[in-house]
């Protein structure tokens, strides 16, 4: 199931809080080869606060296999902390208090059927939907050139902000993606995603001894939920021209919007 994790349930995810910081060392370092500060298996930095939130896709056996962070950008913010150098003069201000940012968005999910790709839609739609609820109208990032076709292909209305830059394990660019109902309105029928396309457990039922079990309760009571559930992968995924951890990576996203007819 796709979920959403805040300050104000994260006190019923501290397992799954771990599995997610030590899935982004596994990306993020060992795969990417980022320099990214790691301490006892789990990167963390300074947007991990009590500001930011993370959209976290389990598997079936409830281990992290997909997220992406989503924060305001009022007070900071990656993209003006650490990449202001690449942001074009005249654009609309990133802290205006009408954006939030993205950031270590990741997905080892193998699967390409459209079932995997539906949930990494409902991974990358899941902050706008919230954004939306929240007045905001637009978020902002930072990523690799790599993922642009992917986020394309989901449906993401994307405008680029200024050119692509030399981060040291590739190019990355700046962009900011629309948050709008008409937006969202597109991303949800191109995929056949429920609405909200997340969950969020505030609390657990008497009976119910983790998330997961009323992860499920709620996919029962609201069958549409199936359309987000993890299901078994079938067969995997091979790379034969890959040839380092980032090539076998981004090679996992495949083409989305190929695949995105019907539900």
Known sequence: MIHLISKNNSALYQDE?????????????????????????????????????????????????????????????MLLDHFSHVLPAGIRPIDDGRTWELSRGFCIERGMRRHNLRRKAACM???????????????VGFTDVRMLSFCY?????????????????????????????????????????????????????????NVHVAAARLAREHPELQKIAAQPEI??????????????????????RSASGGH
């Open 125 to 139: 739609i899941a902050p706008l939907e919230l954004a939306y609820e929240a007045g905001i109208d637009r978020c």
């Open 235 to 256: 067969g995997s995924v091979t790379h034969p021209s890959a040839t380092t951890g980032a090539d076998v990576y981004y090679g996992r996203f495949g083409a989305t």
């Open 17 to 77: 809080i771990r599995d997610l910081h030590q899935a982004r060392a596994e990306v993020f370092v060992n795969q990417l080869g980022w320099d990214l500060r790691v301490e006892d298996g789990l990167e963390y930095d300074e947007y991990d606060d009590a500001r930011a939130s993370n959209i976290i896709g389990f598997s079936t056996e409830n281990r992290v296999v997909m997220g992406l962070r989503f924060r305001p950008t009022d007070d900071c913010s």
């Open 153 to 209: 292909g989901v449906g993401w209305k994307l405008t680029l902000l200024g050119s692509a830059m030399d981060y040291g394990q590739g190019e990355a660019v700046a962009y900011e993606v629309e948050v709008s109902q008409a937006a969202l309105d597109e991303m949800r029928q191109m995929w056949g995603l429920p609405r909200p396309s997340h969950i969020t457990i505030d609390q657990l039922l008497p009976e119910e001894e």
